[in-house]
T-cell receptor
Framework: AQRVTQPEKLLSVFKGAPVELKCNYSYSGSPELFWYVQYSRQRLQLLLRHISRESIKGFTADLNKGETSFHLKKPFAQEEDSAMYYC????????????FGSGTRLQVQP | GAGVSQSPSNKVTEKGKDVELRCDPISGHTALYWYRQSLGQGLEFLIYFQGNSAPDKSGLPSDRFSAERTGGSVSTLTIQRTQQEDSAVYLC????????????FGPGTRLTVL
């Protein structure tokens, strides 16, 4: 069965500390992986996708096929990074919509 | 251009009543999605429309839920005989062609069933 797991519901760090939001998936084939973010009182929006290999707002995510993980990382957290983060794999088989993880709330304290 | 819009932004209804939620996707986007966001539950997929293909209804929680997309554009999500557990934020999103494209989300409709 296709499954995505974000083990942490809440991650609280201090400003300037490194951040790692965990995401593990169980998918057949080679899914594409996405991270979506929802800032307070804003719409859910795409943060980054693994195929672009970009760094957005200082965040990066490496797809580890061996561990089936796609953890989101940032070396120095900022207060404006406080938001809800969702990992979402997608595969062009079976259900073709995204399957979102349960989300991790990141709180960056001053 | 305009993003995805949803109406109403808030809806309060009594248990047992029917409700209709509307979504206007970005013009030209062929894929449209409905999700439900409940407190502590994350994002739950409901239904997916792609062009003229039969919709993927596999996420609808019960037969009280239905959705249609007219003319390949506007979509309506209907919940019949609402229950208190239906209370949630209902999100609509659209993407250019397929699920793997960037999804653009609407602001959501907050449904409260009393």
């Amino acid at each position: 069965a296709q499954r995505v797991t974000q083990p942490e519901k809440l991650l609280s760090v201090f400003k300037g500390a490194p951040v790692e939001l965990k995401c593990n998936y169980s998918y057949s084939g080679s899914p594409e992986l996405f991270w979506y973010v929802q800032y307070s009182r804003q719409r859910l929006q795409l943060l980054l996708r693994h195929i672009s290999r970009e760094s957005i707002k200082g965040f990066t995510a490496d797809l580890n096929k061996g561990e089936t993980s796609f953890h989101l990382k940032k070396p120095f957290a900022q207060e404006e990074d406080s938001a809800m983060y969702y990992c979402a794999p997608w595969a062009d088989t079976g259900r073709r919509a995204l399957t979102f993880g349960s989300g991790t709330r990141l709180q960056v304290q001053p | 251009g305009a993003g995805v819009s949803q109406s109403p932004s808030n809806k309060v209804t009594e248990k047992g009543k029917d409700v209709e939620l509307r979504c206007d996707p970005i013009s030209g986007h062929t894929a449209l999605y409905w999700y439900r966001q409940s407190l502590g539950q994350g994002l739950e997929f409901l239904i997916y429309f792609q062009g003229n293909s039969a919709p993927d209804k596999s996420g609808l929680p019960s037969d009280r839920f239905s959705a249609e997309r007219t003319g390949g554009s506007v979509s309506t999500l209907t919940i019949q005989r609402t229950q208190q557990e239906d209370s949630a934020v209902y999100l609509c999103a659209s993407s250019l062609l397929r699920g793997g494209d960037e999804q653009f989300f609407g602001p959501g409709t907050r449904l409260t069933v009393l």
